[in-house]
C-alpha cells in the first residue's frame, strides 16, 4: 500500500513522501499514541484549555505571483507592498499537522489556480513551527494562528483598501479549522465577512467536541466550503459549512486501506491516504470544472431517473458556488478520481 501511495504522490505532485517529511517512525510515542487512539475511533479529549502564546513572525506567507515565477516572495507582513494589488484574488492556503510549506499538494494546488487564469497571487502560508508539535499543542494553535492571519487579511483590506471579496483561504486538515479562525478574525476586525473559505477534510479529531464557536462553522464566511473525504477518523465528519460535499460517504475513499486499530510501531503514512483525497479531488476537480458532479441525494437508484429525483446538483470544484447543503458523489479509486 504504501508502495501504491508513493506512486500517487509521485505521478500527481512529483515529490516522494520523504520530501513531504512524513516518517512518522521519528514521532514521538505520544504522538503515535495519539495516532492510534484517532485510528480506533476514539476521541481525543481536549477539554483542558490552554491558551498558547505564539509569535506572529512564525507565521510565514509565500507569494508567488505569476504562473512563470520561479521563486517565491517572503512577504514582510510589516510592509508587504507586493500585495497592494486591487485586480487579483489573493488565495491564502494553509497546510495542516505536521506539514509545511514543502507539503505535497500545494505546489499541484497552485499550478491549478494558475492553469485557470493569471489573476491569482498564491500565498503558501506556513505555519510549521506550530503545526509540528503534539496533536492537541496543534489544534489549540489553530486558534491564534487562525487569528495572526486573519489580522494580516484585516490589515491589507485596511491599509491597500483591497476588497475583502479579493480574498480566498484554502485549508486542509487543521489547517481547514486555522481557515475558520481567520474568518472569525476578520469579522471580528472588519465586521464583514471573508466571501469564501474552502475546507479540504477539515479536522475532527479534538474539534467534534468543540462547540461551533470554537472551531470552524458555516457563518465563518458568506460561502463556507467542506469536502469531507475521512470524517470520524482524522477529518470532522457532520456538515460544518455552508455547502458540504461527501465523496464516497465523506469518510472512507476507495483505493485507500481501512485501518484497524494500529499499533504504535506500525503505523505508515497510509493511514492518511482517505483524509489526503480531499486534496486530490479538489485539484483535479479545478483543472476540469465540469468533473466531480454532485447531488442531494445520498443514494443513486439506477433504475429511477435521477434527474427526475435530484435536480439540484453542484460540482465539487465551483469557486463561485452559493448554493447550499449535503452533496453527494462517488469516485474512481484512483486519479483521474472523477467518474
Ligand atoms: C528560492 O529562494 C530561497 C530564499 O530566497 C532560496 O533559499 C531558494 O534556494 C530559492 N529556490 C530556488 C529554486 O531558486
Ligand atoms: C496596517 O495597518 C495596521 C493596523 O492599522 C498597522 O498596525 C500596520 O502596521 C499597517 N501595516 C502596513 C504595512 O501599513
Ligand atoms: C461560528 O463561530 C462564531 C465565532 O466563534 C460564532 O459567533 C458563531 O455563532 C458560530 N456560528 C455558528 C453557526 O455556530
Redesign the pocket.
Given at each position: 500500500m504504501l508502495q501504491k501511495m508513493l506512486k500517487l504522490i509521485v505521478f500527481t505532485c512529483f515529490i516522494t513522501l520523504g520530501d513531504a517529511g512524513l516518517d512518522l517512525s521519528v514521532l514521538p510515542d505520544t504522538m503515535k499514541q495519539d495516532l492510534v487512539t484517532v485510528l480506533s475511533g476514539k476521541p481525543l479529549l481536549d477539554s483542558l484549555i490552554r491558551k498558547n502564546e505564539i509569535l506572529p513572525e512564525n507565521v510565514k506567507f509565500y507569494l508567488w505571483a505569476t504562473k512563470k515565477a520561479e521563486n517565491y516572495t517572503l512577504i514582510d507582513t510589516s510592509n508587504p507592498t507586493e500585495l497592494d494589488k486591487n485586480d487579483v484574488t489573493i488565495v491564502f492556503i494553509i497546510h495542516g499537522w505536521l506539514e509545511t510549506r514543502e507539503t505535497p499538494w500545494y505546489e499541484p494546488l497552485k499550478n491549478a489556480f494558475f492553469e485557470k487564469n493569471d489573476r491569482y497571487y498564491i500565498i503558501e502560508v506556513d505555519w510549521s513551527p506550530y503545526a509540528s508539535q503534539e496533536y492537541l499543542v496543534a489544534a489549540f494553535d489553530t486558534k491564534p494562528v487562525g487569528g495572526v492571519i486573519g489580522q494580516f487579511i484585516a490589515n491589507l483590506h485596511n491599509n491597500y483598501s483591497i476588497p475583502l471579496d479579493n480574498f480566498l483561504v484554502v485549508g486542509h486538515s487543521l489547517g481547514g479549522q486555522v481557515s475558520?479562525f481567520v474568518g472569525?478574525k476578520v469579522?471580528e476586525i472588519t465586521h464583514t465577512k471573508l466571501p469564501r473559505i474552502i475546507t479540504l477534510d477539515p479536522a475532527g479529531p479534538a474539534f467534534k467536541l468543540r462547540?461551533?464557536?470554537?472551531r470552524l462553522?458555516?457563518?465563518?464566511a458568506a460561502v463556507v466550503v467542506v469536502i469531507h473525504t475521512n470524517g470520524g477518523i482524522f477529518g470532522f465528519k457532520e456538515s460544518c459549512g455552508t455547502i458540504d460535499f461527501f465523496p464516497n460517504g465523506g469518510s472512507l475513499q476507495p483505493g485507500c486501506p481501512v485501518h484497524t486499530v494500529a499499533g504504535p510501531n506500525d503505523l505508515s503514512p497510509s493511514i492518511f491516504c482517505a483524509h489526503w483525497r480531499s486534496w486530490g479531488y479538489f485539484i483535479e476537480a479545478l483543472s476540469a470544472p465540469d468533473s466531480f458532479q454532485a447531488s442531494q441525494c445520498k443514494v443513486h437508484l439506477k433504475l429511477l431517473n435521477k434527474d427526475l429525483l435530484c435536480t439540484n446538483s453542484e460540482t465539487l470544484g465551483n469557486l463561485e458556488t452559493t448554493k447550499t447543503g449535503d452533496f453527494y458523489l462517488t469516485t474512481n479509486s484512483e486519479s483521474p478520481y472523477s467518474k
Open positions: 475558520g472569525k469579522q462547540e461551533a464557536s470554537e462553522n458555516a457563518t465563518d
